[in-house]
């Protein structure tokens, strides 16, 4: 009964870090799209995917995932709800650094958690809306999906962390390495 309420404790535990995690964020998230130029362009591409129904990158050779994701909402849209997208998936990628530490540390989640979310390229990107940490997400679920013997569907996460950033591709080489190491285990 106790391993019960010790499992509830942490998963409120976890839920509330993540929260405050959140709430870190919330004050800046109206005030632009952020400082990069390349943020404006994404909007701008996202504005004409909307319109058009066609793909246009934002810049070579593109952030589909973000792009097309943004496209979704209106034109007349302020910065907030983009750069919440952001927050909320840069949250997905603390929560996996979490599970992350937890499967394979057992021990110090909360701090690795919080210190990952106030490095300040983190703090700062997972505020604006650029695809940084759309991508870092994405990678972090790949792999504790990769760690937890879920291997296909960690692959799926990886390509969608190439669709935000296609630099995320240089991931799949460490990923097999690490199946090829565990699977003589």
Known sequence: MQTRFQNLSTNILFITSLLIILATRLPLLDIDYGLDTDAYDVIIASDIIHTTGNYKASRLPGFPLTEYVYSLFPLSRSPFLNNLLTALVSLMGVAFLGLIVRRMAG?????????????????????????????????????????????????????LAIGARITSGAMLLPFVIYLWLRKDK
Do not use: E, K, Q
Not at 116 to 142: C, H, K, Q, R
């Open 107 to 159: 021990r110090d989640v909360f701090l690795s958690m919080a210190a990952f979310a106030l490095i300040p390229g983190v703090y700062i990107n997972s505020t604006n809306s650029m695809d940084y940490l759309w991508a870092l997400a994405f990678i972090l679920a790949a792999f504790y999906l990769v760690i937890i013997d879920r291997p296909l569907f960690g692959g799926i996460l990886l390509g």
